[in-house]
């Protein structure tokens, strides 16, 4: 029997008065998914999902009883959340989806262990443990997967698929975050049925694709989808993997934090517009669109690259440093990391002081000063820059 080290989950501050609230003891509670995953595999657990036999409603009393606070978060489909010091945990009764329409289930809830790992989406995610032991129980030969390195559905993949698209989306994403290959079968069946993905909301495909876009290596699961026209309905534009492959490489050489909007932008072609355009589409935040917008702006990065940063912001410097494979990029980044914008130390009064008539041509000649002191390094020292206001104004 495959146990696994409950400390991964016991020594987080209120566990105990969840488990005893949820009968852990009597094995009504036990913790299931992308913890028992990432805990065999030695990766770092993150979240802790449970399941459950009792009801949702019996589940949320006990635990408020206990003093624990409870958001109904997906009630319909039997989730709460209860959160300790601070931290969600989904708690989900075990349940059988009995029909599917699009991502909408009717749910009916069992006793069974087995039909609730049934309705899960892959054999690694469906696993439970034992709360307080840590027995493993494995219906669906995840621990094999896991020993070969593979994602696979449960079921018929085709099946599995018209139940919920957003399962193709899944299936390249954990093979990115867990550097898994995928079953040959589920390939295919993704394959035929990656239309479907057009009836998925534009929030969930950009979380996918942005969480499969942070994985250390995100080319092979990449690869697979371009291979097999997975983003051809949510990304045609995505073409150039040979370009991705680069910026994970030089990611790498400069001990660079990945970022899946750089990562997105590696595989686009260099266009500020389709940045734009992709913004709205993708529902990015205002921020993050600007980010895509600056990192999809061709050209090599400036002989002071904090001219770029200053322009745009030292992200879209370390960016472009990185998407354009510039050898300067190892010793750039820890110091724009830390990169502080300075402040242009003279103003357009310095500038009337020194004899400009008010007006529309102050601010003008301001900028014109300020294109003299990005030029000249930035200098902090306020007479530096009036000396550069100076010269400027002496310029007709
Ligand atoms: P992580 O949280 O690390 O991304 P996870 O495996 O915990 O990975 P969640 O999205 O938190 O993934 O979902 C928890 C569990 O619920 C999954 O492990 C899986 O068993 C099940 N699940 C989630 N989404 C689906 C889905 N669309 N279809 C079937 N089962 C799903
Ligand atoms: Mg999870």
Redesign the pocket.
């Known amino acids: 029997m495959t146990r696994l080290d409950p400390a991964l989950w016991l020594d987080r501050p209120g566990m105990g008065k969840l488990f005893d609230a949820l009968e852990a003891a009597a094995d009504a509670t036990r913790v ?4 028992v ?2 805990g065999l595999l030695g990766r770092p657990v ?2 802790v ?1 449970f399941a459950t036999r009792l009801r949702p409603d019996d589940a949320s009393a006990r635990l408020r009883r206990a003093g624990i606070k409870v958001v109904p978060t997906g009630l319909s489909h039997g989730t709460i959340t209860a959160v300790l010091a601070g931290r969600p945990y989904q708690i989900t009764t075990l349940r059988i989806d009995a029909e599917t329409f699009g991502r909408h289930a009717r749910v009916v809830f069992t006793d069974d262990w087995q039909a609730d790992a049934a ?3 892959f054999t690694v ?2 696993m439970f443990a034992r709360a307080l032991g840590g027995e493993v129980s494995d219906f669906y030969g995840g621990l094999e997967d896991l020993r070969r390195r593979i994602v696979r559905f449960i079921g018929e993949p085709e099946a599995r698929i018209a139940e ?1 698209s ?2 193709i989306l ?1 299936f390249f994403r954990f093979a990115a975050q867990l550097d898994f290959g995928m079953d040959p079968a589920g390939l295919k069946a993704c394959a035929a049925r990656a239309r479907d993905l057009l009836s998925l909301s534009r929030e969930r495909i950009r979380e996918e694709l942005l969480k499969l876009l942070s994985a250390r290596d995100p080319v092979p699961a990449t690869q697979a989808m371009l291979a097999h026209g997975i983003l051809t309905p949510i990304l045609p534009e995505a073409t150039d993997l040979p370009r991705l492959a680069r910026l994970v490489a030089a990611e790498a050489r400069a001990e660079a934090a990945p970022h899946p909007l750089r990562r997105l932008a590696a595989l686009l072609p260099e266009d500020p517009a389709l940045a734009r355009a992709l913004g709205s589409r993708l529902r990015l935040s205002r921020k993050d669109s600007a980010r895509l917008e600056a990192a999809l702006t061709a050209g090599p990065v400036p002989r002071d690259p904090r001219v770029l940063a200053y322009a745009r912001g030292a992200e879209a410097a370390i960016d472009r440093l990185l998407l354009t494979d510039d050898p300067r990029a190892p010793a750039w980044l820890p110091r724009l990391a830390d990169w502080k914008r300075p402040q242009l130390p003279v103003s357009g009064r310095d500038l009337i002081a020194l004899g400009l008539a008010p007006g529309p041509e102050v601010s003008r000649r301001l900028k014109a000063v300020e294109a003299r002191w990005v030029a000249a390094g930035f200098p902090e020292d306020r007479e530096a820059a009036l000396a550069l206001a100076r010269t400027e104004l002496e310029t007709a």
Do not use: P, Q
């Open positions: 299931v998914g992308g913890a995953r990432d993150a979240d999902d309705r899960r989406d995610n469906a919920d957003l399962r899944r």
